[in-house]
């Protein structure tokens, strides 16, 4: 299984640029600089994955880098979106 560009982009169409997580926003932040910038998370990750179907507005989600860093944090244990959100508050 191989990451396709076409489902990032669906997801970025569907998401926006707002980290879902903790809603920052480069272009915002940086402007022309950061836009268009934001990471795109599999919430299924890719290494467990086989050739699917993705629906990109369930099974992606976007990010910020340190979100994202986050979620991924510890090798065995890959978070949710709601476990994410839960450490945040």
């Given at each position: 299984?191989?990451?396709?560009?076409?489902y990032r982009n669906k997801?970025?169409?569907?998401?926006?640029?707002?980290?879902?997580?903790?809603?920052?926003?480069?272009?915002?932040?940086?402007?022309?600089?950061?836009?268009?910038f934001i990471h795109v998370?599999?919430?299924?990750?890719?290494?467990?994955?086989?050739?699917?179907?993705?629906?990109?507005?369930?099974?992606?989600?976007?990010?910020?880098?340190?979100?994202?860093?986050?979620?991924?944090?510890?090798?065995?244990?890959?978070?949710?979106?709601?476990?994410?959100?839960?450490?945040?508050?």
């Amino acid at each position: 299984y191989e990451r396709n560009p076409f489902y990032r982009n669906k997801a970025l169409e569907i998401h926006g640029y707002d980290c879902m997580a903790c809603g920052f926003n480069f272009e915002k932040t940086y402007g022309e600089q950061g836009k268009g910038f934001i990471h795109v998370h599999h919430v299924k990750p890719v290494s467990e994955s086989r050739a699917t179907i993705i629906d990109p507005e369930a099974d992606m989600v976007v990010l910020c880098p340190n979100c994202h860093a986050i979620v991924h944090r510890k090798k065995k244990v890959t978070l949710s979106l709601d476990q994410l959100l839960h450490l945040l508050k």
